[in-house]
């Protein structure tokens, strides 16, 4: 798998040199580069397979200045590309890259990461959605602080869905893939696991989870009854929270005035009716 490295750290550089040539045998370095405008002619040169870049680099640019550039000049991405970022903290950068299904790795770079990076690039077919996927990711960088409105769902057979966040009414877990509940009644699987929606979606978007294994997109809550702890969706459906998460739930929609505590007089009435 013909390889660049587009990292202006020398250090960072040898360590990821120094990790595919002992750990990935069918890695092959065939050019390395320090910065924006070099990373992008050894792109055009080697014309590679797949591409590690670290986001800040040197030449007053980023790699995402490399993606941008390529883009516009119609240049096809059939190659993938891991990003390197010392950013550990959940931001922006990183949210971006969970919202366009983009594969990175922080540094310093623990091998294990590493190996999972690559087994994700693998087995790609033709490198078909890469040109999309960095698309996605360059919009919702370019959109300055904005909570993108698209989702990238990584289907079967490496395949991409682009979805609108609003048109989801609910995702539901199933072992390490995910099922999204779309407004039109459509349903779609996702190969990724639902921890990562959860953190991305209720950070951004008006999601909450309800169980462990559902995460709900509250605009679609008609009602809530927090004694049977079920959420009436406005289709009719119904789903079930669980006790802990139920609690939040109510906590969450009361701070939010989406409901109101129950009277005095009304928790009088509900605790005499219970006691016959």
Same mark, same amino acid.
């Given at each position: 798998?013909?390889?660049?490295?587009?990292? +202006?750290?020398?250090?960072?550089? $040898?360590?990821?040199? /120094?990790?595919?040539?002992?750990?990935?045998?069918?890695? $092959?370095?065939?050019?390395?580069?320090?910065?924006?405008?070099?990373?992008?002619?050894?792109?055009?040169?080697?014309?590679?397979?797949?591409? %590690?870049?670290?986001? $800040?680099?040197?030449?007053?640019?980023?790699? =995402?200045?490399?993606?941008?550039? /390529?883009?516009?000049?119609?240049?096809?991405? *059939?190659?993938?590309?891991? %990003?390197?970022?010392?950013?550990?903290?959940?931001?922006?950068?990183?949210?971006?890259?969970?919202?366009?299904?983009?594969? !990175?790795?922080? &540094?310093?770079? +623990?091998?294990?990461?590493?190996?999972?990076?690559?087994?994700?690039?693998? +087995?790609?077919?033709?490198?078909?959605? @890469?040109?999309?996927?960095?698309?996605?990711?360059?919009?919702?960088?370019?959109?300055?602080?904005?909570? #993108?409105?698209?989702? #990238?769902?990584?289907? @079967?057979?490496?395949?991409?869905?682009?979805?609108?966040?609003?048109?989801?009414? !609910?995702?539901?877990?199933?072992?390490?893939?995910?099922? =999204?509940?779309?407004?039109?009644?459509?349903?779609?699987?996702?190969?990724?696991?639902? #921890?990562?929606?959860? &953190?991305?979606?209720?950070? +951004?978007?008006? %999601? =909450?989870?309800?169980?462990?294994?559902?995460?709900?997109?509250?605009?679609?809550?008609?009602? !809530? *009854?927090?004694?049977?702890?079920?959420?009436?969706?406005?289709?009719?459906?119904?789903?079930? @929270?669980?006790?802990?998460?139920?609690? &939040?739930?109510?906590?969450?929609?009361?701070?939010? *005035?989406?409901?109101?505590?129950?009277?005095?007089?009304?928790?009088?009435?509900?605790?005499?009716?219970?006691? =016959?």
């Amino acid at each position: 798998m013909k390889t660049l490295i587009i990292e +202006d750290v020398q250090k960072d550089s $040898e360590l990821l040199q /120094l990790l595919l040539t002992r750990n990935h045998p069918e890695i $092959e370095i065939t050019g390395t580069a320090r910065g924006a405008l070099s990373g992008y002619k050894l792109i055009l040169e080697q014309r590679p397979h797949l591409v %590690f870049m670290d986001i $800040e680099i040197e030449e007053r640019g980023t790699s =995402f200045d490399i993606i941008d550039r /390529l883009l516009n000049e119609g240049i096809p991405i *059939n190659f993938d590309v891991v %990003f390197m970022t010392a950013h550990k903290q959940y931001d922006y950068t990183t949210r971006a890259f969970e919202y366009a299904a983009v594969d !990175y790795i922080t &540094k310093p770079i +623990d091998p294990h990461s590493l190996a999972r990076a690559i087994e994700r690039t693998r +087995d790609r077919q033709q490198h078909k959605n @890469a040109g999309r996927v960095l698309q996605e990711l360059v919009n919702i960088l370019k959109a300055d602080g904005s909570k #993108s409105s698209v989702l #990238s769902l990584p289907l @079967a057979h490496h395949d991409l869905r682009m979805v609108q966040i609003e048109d989801i009414r !609910y995702i539901k877990a199933d072992s390490v893939v995910s099922h =999204f509940y779309m407004s039109n009644g459509e349903k779609i699987i996702a190969f990724r696991p639902l #921890s990562v929606y959860r &953190k991305l979606l209720e950070a +951004d978007h008006n %999601f =909450f989870s309800i169980s462990q294994s559902l995460t709900v997109n509250l605009n679609y809550m008609e009602r !809530y *009854n927090h004694k049977h702890k079920t959420l009436n969706l406005t289709d009719g459906e119904v789903l079930h @929270a669980s006790r802990m998460y139920g609690t &939040k739930l109510y906590t969450h929609l009361r701070d939010t *005035n989406r409901i109101k505590p129950p009277s005095l007089l009304e928790r009088i009435r509900q605790k005499l009716l219970t006691s =016959f």
